[in-house]
């Protein structure tokens, strides 16, 4: 259960990454400077809060686990961009976190 908790900490943390680009592209789709600053900031408070909880994890985790892992971060930014800008998934997108899945799967393995 322990491993668990720590595995969902660091996709936690990579969650919180992935905000960070989604307030980055809000921000550029602002037509008043205002408003993009206001998403700019909250990329930094995103990217702020990620920079503590990766510290965070690399002292729970090798930094070649927590590296293999950050992967998922693709696959979070392609959900974002379906659920919240109406984009579309190519197949070429699902080859992609296919690959980065298969990745994780064989850098996480014990053999």
Known sequence: MENRNRFMALYAAFLIYSLSAVCAKIAAQQPVLETAL????????????????WQQALKRFSLVTAMAHKGVV???????SVLLFQETITVY????????????????SDG
């Open 38 to 53: 206001l998403f700019l900031g909250l990329e930094i408070v995103c990217l702020g809060f990620y920079a503590v909880l």
């Open 74 to 80: 693709v696959i979070f930014n392609l959900a974002w």
């Open 93 to 108: 997108n699902v080859a992609g976190a296919a690959v980065i899945i298969g990745g994780i799967c064989v850098v996480s």
